[in-house]
């Protein structure tokens, strides 16, 4: 089967002992798999054997007793990647960093370190922080308000991608017999002063060979998609079906169209846990077990974390959903306002819309092998995403998947059987982004 021109791209969520309730408890997956560097290693190299485009590491820096089990315990997004980038040469390194509690100046030092050390495989993906919590953990009372800090994130990563044109990719000539280790005409200092941040630079380390990492973006509400549509190479999207990612990549992709940019160069990767089995009978059975093992306190507490993990357990579970408008919702902001429309459109019990939020994570790749690569196929073609992120590691019916459903991708010319680039950027097939500034006397020098 030859090449289709658009081609698939998967990623792999590597996420220790998961986030879902009973996950931690499978006997094949060690307990301490969340702070265990070779637990990332040995499935970044199963990843990479796929010919997967990068593994993903999610991120939020505050805890409650009740938060899921990684969130608990869990390496730091770039000391991890950094460790996986020298025991891998492939695959692509995104890590979640939030916006509101970093400095644009370090953040763009660590990111660039991670692309040089990886030779270009590196990627961050930029959040605001859903949860209010986190201010206390640095000295704020109140989180930044969404709206605000939607508005703050764009200008961080604005500063960011300038700190990064630092340096021009010829500035280090090394010149070693004329004695000249830096071309100073080719050092550019940012002097960003804008409503957030003031930023001078230059940034202390050049590009690496992919220009500068790629930018992913969560975040569903429409600020968050603003965002996107304005800075991201590539999207996290939380949809849960068919219908709902449609509309979500079509949204993006017109957003970014809307602001000049090419909907090609924006790619959609829904997040999907996978449920694999010999028959599409024997999946759906685990899938409903999956499901039906889910015990209603905790997914009460689960409901929770889009409020700013207010405990739901202190109402009457029979009553109509309680009003929460005294909350700030200025959390998992989407989220939240959707499930209160829910249980307001419907007259849902607290019970209810509980069982309705559980049911709504549902996996829609359940089945045999071929069921869930048509599944992707229908999804891939009919542009309800580019890619997919997949729950990986033990219990997440990644080694079937790897070893059953990517041969399949293959066959029918989705996906590629082997690397072609060396960077993240190259396996997205994304176009090198040239320096500003090189640009600029470029175009002076054409101009002339
Ligand atoms: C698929 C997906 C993955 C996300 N991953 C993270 C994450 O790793 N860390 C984080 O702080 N927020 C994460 N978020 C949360 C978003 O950044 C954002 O805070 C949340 O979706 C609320 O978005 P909204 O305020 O735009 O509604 C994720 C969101 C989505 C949809």
New binding site residues.
Partial sequence: MTKTARQLHLGAILAGVGTEQNHWRHPDLPGDASVNIDWYIEHARKAEAAKFDHIF?????FITPDTAPHFLNRLEPLTLLSAVAVSTSRIGLVG?L?TSYWEPFNVARQFASLDLISRGRAAW???????EG?ARNYGREEHFD?ALR?RRAKEFVEVVEGLWDSYEDDAFPRDKAAGVFLDKSKQHRLDHKGEFFSVAGPLNIQRSRQGRPVIF?????????G?GAAIADA????AADFDSALAYTTDIKSRAAALGRDPDHILV???VHLVIADSDEEARAREDARIGKLDFQKSLVELGRFFNYHDFRRYDPDAPFPDVSHLSLN???????KVVRLARSENLTLRQTVERVVASRRSAFVGSPKTIADEIERWFTAGAADGF?IRAGEASGFDRFAAEVVPLLQERGLFRRDYEGETLRGHFGLPFPQNRYASARLADQAAE
């Fill in positions: 590491i999610v991120d939020s820096p979640t939030t993906n930029v959040v605001t922080t859903g949860l986190a969404h939607y973006q969560a975040g569903d509400s429409d600020d968050g998609r965002l999207t996290f999207a939380a990767f829904p997040g959390s998992y902001k989407s989220s939240a306002e992120n």
